[in-house]
């Protein structure tokens, strides 16, 4: 159970034990006060006043669990957004240099362990075969021009994967057709060939 959560359950505790003891405090309060002008109202409204202050307070507890959660939600998107630019910007360093050297295999090494830590399990499964068809053209010096398409198709492929974990719950909502778009992603890669 969570600090906030812990807090709630208290104010709700707090909440209960005030309303039943006010209610009996009440019975009593009017029995005694009914000769005093206005002293019941006055009890009343002392009464509402804390029970508004103790619910205000589990309000302001549950929207601050909210906004800490979208916050680390959105830094995890962030942070995933960014190793997923860095393993393209290294995907594209190595095509336009048409050479793999050990520096390169090592940034491409390192980037897998970070996949690991914030990837989807389909970003994972596509970038295996992703990295598959990398090792095979890796195993020679010169990456020539089908090495490259092969490459490319293979990015558009995990480019797909990458977008549906990054934004796919948006285009579900705005209800992209999703086979649609694989195509057109793959479209375009295959149009610059």
Do not use: C
């Not at 549950?62 to 290294?90: A, C, M, P, R, S």
């Amino acid at each position: 159970m969570s600090k906030l959560q812990r807090e709630n359950l208290i104010y709700m505790l707090l909440s209960i034990v005030l309303v039943i003891g006010g209610y009996i405090f009440m019975r009593y309060a009017y029995r005694i006060a009914e000769e005093v002008p206005f002293s019941q109202e006055i009890l009343l409204i002392a009464l509402g006043t804390i029970v508004t202050i103790l619910i205000t307070a589990m309000l302001l507890n549950k929207q601050t669990e909210v906004e800490l959660k979208k916050e680390e939600n959105i830094k995890f998107t962030e942070l995933k957004t960014d190793i997923y630019l860095q393993l393209i910007e290294n995907i594209e360093k190595i095509i336009l240099d048409k050479s793999i050297d050990e520096k390169d295999r090592i940034k491409l090494r390192i980037l897998t362990h970070k996949l690991a830590i914030v990837a989807s399990p389909d970003v994972l499964t596509q970038y295996e075969h992703f990295v598959d068809e990398f090792s095979k053209i890796a195993s020679s010096e010169a990456i020539n021009n089908a090495d490259i398409n092969t490459l490319m198709d293979e990015l558009a492929e995990l480019s797909i994967y990458i977008r549906q974990d990054l934004v796919g719950d948006l285009d579900i909502r705005h209800g992209t057709d999703l086979v649609q778009l694989k195509k057109q992603i793959i479209n375009n890669s295959d149009a610059l060939n």
